[in-house]
């Protein structure tokens, strides 16, 4: 955004700077023309004195004044607009950073092992943005919905989240609720990112093999499917109460093998360069 607002002053501040090039270049052309015409000398000529068509040409170098000078104004005026919007922007997005602070430190509280989990997907999400080279907002929202994706785990009960041995059917289908919940917590926060629905869809598979919605390619924003390739690495690749860490190399494979399947295949190959070319390690 910031962007587009420098390029519209820089518009703006050429209008002003061509009206006024163009009164200097007409005073002067209507001067040599009345030089020509006259035989009249042309320093009194270009600074009005002796000249006939004075009054005509000041009338028109004021018209061209003024319209220079309502260009400057409206610019003035409109950057002072957009420079209040910048501001509630970013008051907007320091209120967002803190109601997800609490969540996060909520959900801490209760399970250590998913907000450990977060923040680590979160910075694999913005890393895999960054390499696929989206625009930075779309990466600050990625990296917000990823230090919340499982805040939707407060729902569900502790000695479940915590338990050293395989879930069960049922607990896993409680397990599962979770991106829903989520989405339920955070559709109402004010915010300049989709974060309600990246969390609702952030366990959703391009094949439609996901939950809780079954949705299929496209129809998964691009922040979730970054964040739902960040969030298998991240969990295959740590330590969980009911199996020991699997590995970075397990995770990449799982990545490598269903890219186009499970996964956004742009997505799994950023993710992939990152780790393979460039050196990327989870912190």
């Known amino acids: 955004m910031q962007e587009k607002i420098n390029s519209q002053r820089v518009f703006y501040g050429s209008i002003f700077g061509v009206s006024l090039g163009l009164s200097a270049i007409f005073w002067v052309v209507d001067s040599i023309l009345t030089v020509i015409s006259t035989n009249s000398s042309f320093f009194p000529t270009l600074v009005g004195i002796e000249t006939r068509g004075f009054g005509q040409r000041l009338i028109v170098l004021c018209f061209l004044f003024i319209f220079a000078s309502h260009v400057q104004y409206s610019a003035r005026k409109r950057r002072e607009a957009e420079d209040k919007l910048q501001q509630t922007l970013e008051s907007l997005k320091r209120a967002v950073g803190t109601t997800i602070q609490v969540l996060v430190s909520a959900l801490e509280s209760k399970?250590?092992?998913?907000?450990?989990?977060?923040?680590?997907?979160?910075?694999?999400?913005?890393?895999?943005?960054?390499?696929?080279?989206?625009?930075?907002?779309?990466?600050?929202?990625?990296?917000?919905?990823g230090i919340v994706h499982d805040i939707g785990k407060i729902s569900i009960p502790t000695e479940i989240l915590i338990k050293p041995t395989k879930l069960t059917d049922i607990e896993f289908s409680l397990i599962k609720q979770h991106s829903r919940s989520g989405y339920e917590m955070l559709k109402d926060v004010e915010s300049p990112w989709l974060l309600a629905e990246i969390v609702h869809q952030h366990h959703e598979r391009i094949n439609g093999s996901g939950y809780p919605r079954s949705l299929k390619g496209d129809e998964i924003l691009i922040e979730a499917r970054i964040l739902s390739v960040a969030d298998v690495v991240e969990a295959m690749a740590s330590h969980r109460p009911y199996r020991p860490a699997l590995g970075i190399d397990a995770a990449l494979r799982e990545i490598e093998k269903n890219k186009g399947i499970l996964y956004d295949e742009a997505v799994a190959d950023a993710c992939l360069k990152l780790f393979h070319e460039k050196g990327y390690k989870l912190a």
């Open 111 to 145: 399970d250590p092992y998913t907000a450990g989990h977060q923040s680590r997907t979160a910075d694999l999400a913005r890393a895999i943005a960054a390499e696929m080279r989206l625009a930075q907002d779309k990466i600050d929202g990625i990296y917000m919905a």
